[in-house]
């Protein structure tokens, strides 16, 4: 598949990362020199300086005859041209990268076929509310509708799942665990896999048994009832306005007299500071001694760890910080942050949803990419489809963790047979990816 990014951004770098990997032909273009020159040392990837919006410059990038396009720099402007000429060229899959919601109606966009859009922002601000309804896990996803959860646990000392081996785990009725990381490294578990103090194990299951799962990691966690936010930007609205009406007592921190004003003005049920929040006095007039979850949004990494470390001093319970640094984020929660959410890896997984075809309706990248979890249509095409799992050539490195028929959720055996019109919940690490894909269509 040949591939056309426009925009080196970190965004930008994670796709092609992952589709380098498998072989794909990519085509990086972007008017900063610096960063192309980047990406030619850390990438198989092709690179154009110029324009992204400029006809000419996607003319030599080969736009005739590209199967997919996504343009995602950091103006929206240069992004829509970029788009809009990718189409015109005949790409059948565009994707146009969103900052600014003033542009997600632009009737140009809307009417294209093939044409999708990306808004980063509001990816986020749903991650993060997901994480805050299940405070026992450090990741929180919804597939299926929002019927089956994916969810990833620290296994702490002295837990249930400590020196176990998969197999010896008492077989939950409707929860699989599907992966496991260890010291950065992703791997499928199998009965002999031994857990260990330390480890991070990846579940996935449904919604309504959360407390089946919570039972192996630990004491039960409350409900979460205050949570404090640093940052009143597009994230953090969009984040107030998803926690709101939940039963949580919300307190915004914004540095801007002007956006606390705007904000105190419209979201008449958050209680809004004006202030600093890396002050320890601005933190305790806010509440963050008492507050459950204290989420730093702002566009400033170290002001991210630096206000979270000081929330944790409190008394805060849990943290939660934006991190747009990579190298930042498995770095941060050894210090006592909780989780660091990377925007542009939010974004990427948006985009490589695209990316992987019209069967695939949910995508998340896991642990900076060394793993994805799919959401997939099962068409009657499908070679998967009407197979018995067990006598389906599925790859060691994937496994199928859930499925979802009409109004039921199926946790797959070996014996499960996969029907047309199942919605099939997958994780794949990247070596099979191809494989995956070859056999869902």
């Known amino acids: 598949m040949k591939v056309i990014i426009v925009g080196a951004t970190k965004t930008g770098f994670h796709i092609a990362q992952n589709l380098s990997n498998e072989g794909h032909s990519i085509v990086f273009i972007d008017n900063r020199e610096e960063v192309l020159h980047q990406a030619t040392n850390s990438l198989d990837v092709l690179t154009i300086l110029g324009d992204g919006s400029s006809h000419r410059v996607l003319e030599e990038g080969g736009i005739k005859g590209s199967d997919f396009f996504t343009a995602v720099t950091n103006d929206d402007r240069v992004n829509i041209i970029a788009s809009l000429l990718a189409k015109v060229y005949g790409v059948p899959r565009v994707v146009v990268r969103i900052s600014d919601p003033e542009h997600l109606d632009n009737p140009l966009l809307l009417k294209e076929k093939g044409l999708y859009t990306v808004y980063p922002e509001k990816v986020v601000a749903d991650k993060i509310a997901q994480l805050i309804e299940v405070p026992f896990a450090t990741l929180s996803e919804v597939f299926g509708e929002g019927r089956v959860r994916i969810l990833k646990l620290e296994v702490k000392k002295g837990s249930a799942l400590e020196g176990k081996k998969l197999g010896e785990l008492e077989r939950l009725s409707s929860w699989i665990l599907i992966a496991l990381s260890r010291g950065g490294k992703l791997t499928i578990p199998r009965g002999d896999t031994l857990i260990q103090a330390g480890d991070y194990v990846i579940g996935l299951g449904m919604k309504e048994a959360l407390k089946e799962l ?119 929660e050894k210090v006592g942050i909780d989780v660091a959410i990377n925007p542009p890896l939010a974004a990427a997984s948006e985009v490589m949803r695209y990316i992987r075809g019209e069967k695939v309706l949910s ?79």
Request: proline share 4%; aromatic share 4%.
């Open 214 to 332: 919570e039972r192996l990691v630990g004491p039960p966690e409350p409900r979460t009832k205050r949570v404090v936010i640093l940052g009143g930007g597009r994230i953090g609205y969009y984040l107030l306005k998803e926690l709101s009406g939940r039963g949580i007592f919300l307190r915004l921190i914004e540095t801007s007299s002007q956006r606390s004003l705007e904000l105190a003005q419209e979201l008449s049920h958050v209680l809004v500071f004006k202030g600093d929040g890396t002050s320890g006095e601005v933190l305790k007039e806010a509440g963050v001694e008492e507050a459950d979850y204290f989420v730093a949004l702002t566009r400033d990494d170290e002001i991210n760890v630096l206000a979270s470390l000081c929330a944790k001093n409190l008394g805060c319970k849990k943290v939660v910080i934006l991190s747009r640094k990579r190298d930042y984020t498995p770095i941060v």
């Open 363 to 441: 995508l998340s990248l896991l642990e900076e990419g060394k793993g994805e979890i799919l959401e997939v249509l099962v068409k009657e095409d499908s070679k998967i489809a009407g197979k018995v799992l067990r006598d389906t050539a599925f790859p060691e490195e994937a496994l199928i963790g859930a499925i979802v028929r009409e109004h039921n959720i199926i946790i797959p055996r070996g014996d499960t047979t996969i029907l047309p019109n199942d919605r099939v919940i997958v994780l794949t690490l990247p070596q099979a990816i191809k494989k995956v894909e070859k056999l869902f269509g």
